[in-house]
């Protein structure tokens, strides 16, 4: 049986993960496959720290990613390191060397992707990064392989867990966001500086890989307007819940007549859609195309376990296109160009809510501009939805409101964005 060497950058949660799962199920890999790896070499930050993990007997722990990627019997380099910059020099030299590559790092890869993935190519060498999406759930194979002959029109997805887990424990346990981000750091679901989690970075990042798989289209971070949910409030979340909705993250791309639109944010969502009952740390992806309708994948976005399973099916991947010299091959070659365009700016229903102590009871009759499809009212807070307007409609409604009102938040309505030209309705 044939020994195919690996080595590891990065030993934190995610590279401790792949070691365990790697150890434990190295039976299994042997009695399925006609080759077996080898851990050979972990690189680390900090050697002081990791002298008492558990690594395979005989494998080099080192504080030089040299000693991983220059070294000539390592064939595969793991890469789990979770930077931009320093994992960036070490992928190039790797892949410079002659070595296949797996990584986790959805950062890198969303902004230094296309020019990592053509040097890859050019060197002849796998480049697989199946957990750099939704950890757990094998979406980037499911785009690429099972529907590969199907034309994808939109995908829609919760794929942070930790802003997932602030909005569930917001409308679950009626906290404030500072409550609820606090409780998640405790957790352990929030790192102690959440910027990118909660300010929609990460899930705009993840979107920008998914949208190369379904859509054949390169997105840049300035192509995706996005927002956190640092200022989602309680009455929103009440609001919305009395008027059969949900307030969730979104990351969303559409595909139009050679457009392609996007958009992340905190968006309102039917009670009665799949995605709106997606709770906690948990992440899910809706795509809708030609051949299937709605398919909805969910399953864990994060944790050792769940982004190890994704690495290892990538190392078998890898594994046998060396056993088999088929080593170069993309994981995703569809190329499709459209135009990017702002999803934020279509036509769109918005839920509109005031908070205060004001005559809320006089709002909907003082705003002739929009005729509310439904409204609610509760302790110190109105809510009503609009119908379709456009952005800058909503810009004058927003500024005739705030006139007499401090507190006044709008949120898109999922799925109610009209991309086509539509008579827009006031």
Not at 366 to 381: D, E, I
Request: charged content about 15%.
């Amino acid at each position: 049986m044939r020994t195919i060497t690996i080595g590891l950058l990065g030993l934190g949660t995610v590279g401790k993960g792949v070691v365990a799962l790697l150890q434990k199920q190295a039976p299994k890999i042997s009695r399925t496959q006609d080759f077996q790896f080898k851990l050979k070499s972990v690189a680390v930050h900090n050697l002081a720290r990791h002298q008492n993990d558990d690594l395979p007997a005989g494998t080099i722990l080192t504080d030089k990613v040299a000693t991983v990627v220059d070294d000539p019997e390592i064939q595969i380099v793991i890469e789990a390191m979770g930077t931009i910059e320093p994992a960036k020099v070490a992928i190039c030299q790797a892949i410079l060397n002659g070595k296949s590559i797996i990584s986790a790092n959805k950062d890198l890869l969303a902004t230094a992707g296309p020019e990592l993935l053509d040097l890859a190519k050019t060197a002849k060498v796998d480049f697989f990064y199946e957990a750099s999406v939704a950890g757990g759930i094998p979406i980037l194979r499911i785009l690429s392989s099972s529907l590969e002959t199907d034309q994808i029109t939109q995908i829609t997805g919760i794929i942070n867990g930790t802003a997932n887990y602030v909005l569930t424990a917001m409308d679950r346990e009626k906290q404030d966001y500072a409550t609820a981000l606090q409780a998640a750091q405790k957790l352990g679901y929030a790192e102690a500086d959440p910027t990118n989690d909660v300010q929609g970075i990460d899930a705009t990042y993840k979107l920008i890989i998914l949208s190369r798989f379904a859509f054949g289209q390169s997105l840049r971070c300035a192509d995706v307007p996005s927002q956190g949910i640092t200022t989602i409030t309680p009455a929103q979340l009440q609001s919305a819940d009395q008027l059969g909705l949900k307030i969730k993250l979104l990351a969303v791309a559409k595909e139009f007549n050679h457009q392609l639109f996007s958009f992340v944010g905190p968006a309102a969502l039917p009670a009665a859609e799949p995605l709106a009952h997606v709770n906690g740390v948990q992440n899910a992806i809706a795509i809708q195309s030609d051949a299937l309708g709605e398919t909805t994948y969910t399953g864990p976005g994060a944790g050792a376990a769940p982004t190890a399973n994704s690495i290892l099916s990538d190392l078998l991947a890898t594994g046998d296109d060396i056993v088999k010299g088929n080593c170069g091959r993309e994981f995703n070659s569809y190329r499709r160009p459209a135009r990017a365009r702002s999803l934020a700016a279509v036509p769109q229903r918005y839920l509109i809510t005031i908070a205060g102590t004001g005559n809320l009871l006089s709002i909907a009759s003082s705003v002739p501009t929009a005729q509310w499809k439904r409204q609610v009212t509760g302790n110190h807070y109105w809510s009503g939805l609009t119908p379709v307007i456009t952005q800058a409609q909503l810009t004058a409604l927003m500024k005739k409101l705030q006139k007499s009102h401090q507190q006044v938040a709008a949120l898109p309505l999922a799925n109610s964005w009209q991309t086509t030209p539509a008579p827009v309705t006031v």
